[in-house]
């Protein structure tokens, strides 16, 4: 295994490790923990809950964000430009994948963040941690679909998928 190749693979295992450690927490923000503490919690208590909860929570989003943005453009840098990928339907699919990512920063960082200005938003988390998840269960359709696109055509170009060689 080339130095290349050790790179690509901890550099996609932090990709979905960050998705992970993301998708997950708002899966049980949205599904474990508001719903418990609207049930259990006087108002005032909920209130202090959620903030203690967004104060911690934020700093995972926002590295989870920027582990992202920097894992998934070196995985498109090695994985797709050497590639020479056709731009239809690889480019198309991931432009999709790309503005769906985007939106669920967004939400994300509005949910977790403290400015003002998504109050709202976090007033009615539910409903933006419902559009969130949509969001990245597109992702992940999109990212298969990706994967298959990338090794179906153009394995042989692919650094980590390789034909066998034969003699």
């Known amino acids: 295994m080339g130095d290349m190749d050790f790179l690509v693979i901890v550099s996609r295992w932090l990709h979905i490790?960050?998705?992970i450690v993301a998708i997950g927490g708002a899966a049980f923000l949205r599904f474990v923990l508001t719903p418990a503490a609207?049930?259990?919690?006087?108002?005032g208590d909920h209130d202090r809950l959620r903030e203690a909860v967004r104060s911690r929570w934020s700093k995972f989003v926002f590295g989870?964000?920027?582990l992202l943005l920097l894992t998934g453009g070196l995985n498109f840098m090695v994985l797709v430009l050497p590639a020479k990928m056709e731009p239809m339907?690889?480019?198309?699919?991931?432009?999709?994948?790309?503005?769906?990512?985007?939106?669920?920063?967004?939400?994300?960082?509005?949910l977790a963040g403290k400015s003002q200005a998504f109050?709202?938003?976090?007033?009615?988390?539910?409903?933006?941690?419902?559009?969130?998840?949509?969001?990245?269960?597109?992702?992940?359709?999109?990212?298969?679909?990706?994967?298959?696109?990338r090794t179906s055509d153009h394995a042989e170009k692919s650094i980590i998928v390789q034909k066998p060689h034969t003699p």
Request: proline share 2%.
């Open 119 to 149: 109050v709202a938003m976090r007033d009615k988390s539910r409903s933006w941690l419902n559009i969130l998840l949509f969001l990245a269960a597109v992702i992940v359709l999109l990212s298969g679909v990706l994967v298959q696109v």
């Open 38 to 43: 609207t049930e259990t919690l006087s108002a």
């Open 64 to 66: 989870c964000i920027g």
């Open 17 to 19: 490790g960050a998705v």
């Open 89 to 110: 339907p690889y480019h198309a699919i991931f432009g999709v994948k790309f503005m769906a990512a985007l939106g669920v920063f967004f939400i994300a960082s509005g």
